[in-house]
């Protein structure tokens, strides 16, 4: 069936960059997600990119896609403590519903 | 306030009660979704509605009922609630599930079963 997997954790220092790993299944997906979610509150969408492209970037975020190892990364420049958050994958699904990775808990050591 | 307000905040409730979580939006999106959100599976969809009188069940609708009689309101009910339960539920907006539009979540109920 379809899938999203990611990392539970990751421990950057601050002032380094984040690279959030995810994989996914349903290579018919048009478009992927990334959510971010602070403590205590409900998810935020932080960036998207159409199946059709390699790379989307939006000042510190950068988006990679690899279709063909069905692999998506979100990479943070000069990670913030305010950065610290869990960040969650999805992609939207055959049925147009969106399929949910675990969430990365991204950890900013100072 | 423009936006997606869930209630209560915090619930705890005891085995076999009934409890409703309330869900209100202010945009007229169409879809509305409930999620339960538990440590290490991420998000799971319970109940969603493409407009109001249609619901249609998610991946873990067991124990749970929803309703839609107004486009702005979508209320969760656990019928008998059990602690497996226990969990955080969110609720969702949208203006559709097509392209690129975004979900919008309210910040969520955390829900303790006794």
Redesign the interface.
């Known amino acids: 069936g379809e899938d999203?997997e990611q990392s539970?954790f990751l421990s950057v220092r601050e002032g380094d960059s984040s690279v959030i790993n995810c994989t996914y299944t349903d290579s018919s997906s048009?478009?992927l997600?990334w959510?971010k979610q602070e403590p205590?509150?409900?998810?935020?969408?932080l960036t998207?990119i159409?199946s059709n492209m390699d790379m989307k970037q939006d000042q510190r975020l950068t988006v990679l896609l690899n279709k063909k190892d069905k692999h998506l990364s979100l990479r943070i420049a000069d990670t913030q403590t305010g950065d610290s958050a869990i960040y969650?994958c999805a992609e939207?699904g055959s049925n147009?519903?969106?399929i949910?990775?675990?969430?990365t808990k991204l950890i900013i050591k100072p | 306030d423009a936006g997606i307000t869930q209630s209560p905040r915090y619930k705890i409730t005891e085995t076999g009660r009934q409890v409703t979580l309330m869900c209100h939006q202010t945009w007229s999106h169409s879809y509305m979704f409930w999620y339960r959100q538990d440590l290490g599976h991420g998000l799971r969809l319970i109940y969603y509605s493409a407009a109001a009188d249609i619901t249609d069940k998610g991946e873990v609708p067991d124990g749970y009922v929803v309703s839609r009689s107004k486009t702005e309101n979508f209320p969760l009910t656990l019928e008998s609630a059990t602690r497996s339960q226990t969990s955080v539920y969110f609720c969702a907006s949208s203006d559709t599930v097509y392209g690129n539009s975004p979900l919008h979540f309210g910040n969520g109920t955390r829900l303790t079963v006794t």
């Open positions: 999203v539970l048009t478009y997600y959510y205590g509150a409900g998810l935020q969408l998207y159409f969650f939207r147009y519903q969106l949910w990775g675990a969430g």
